[in-house]
Nanobody, 123 residues
């Protein structure tokens, strides 16, 4: 059973940047980032197929966020977040063990493994 650990969250001013990291305990084909703000549904942020595969972005973050795989570790994925806005404030979760069939792979119900989350606050 794969395990995920996120890090890199924090507080930042509007327009600032943060980089989140997600480390998996073993390689997996697809890793994704979701976020959830209080009182709101979990929202897909980005996803990446490991090994040079496709990348996907939610409409609200496209052009500001970049997902990438560590060049030397296929178990590490980053989410570079630039030009942060107050509406980006949320707990960010890494997910894997995807069992869905859709493209983009953005349904939370299709992921069976989640990290503990890391808080991002933009003010």
């Amino acid at each position: 059973h794969v395990q995920l650990v996120e890090s890199g969250g924090g507080s930042v001013q509007v327009g600032g940047s943060l980089r989140l990291s997600c480390v998996a305990s073993r390689p997996t084909p697809l890793m994704a980032w979701f976020r959830q703000a209080p009182g709101r549904e979990r929202e897909a942020v980005s996803a990446i197929y490991i090994g040079g595969g496709a990348k996907y972005y939610g409409a609200s973050v496209r052009g500001r966020f970049t997902i990438s795989q560590d060049p030397s570790k296929e178990t590490v994925v980053y989410l570079q977040m630039n030009r942060l806005k107050p509406e980006d404030t949320a707990t960010y979760y890494c997910a894997t063990d995807y069992r869905g069939m859709w493209s983009p792979p953005f349904s939370p119900r299709d992921y069976n493994t989640w990290g503990q989350g890391t808080q991002v606050t933009v003010s």
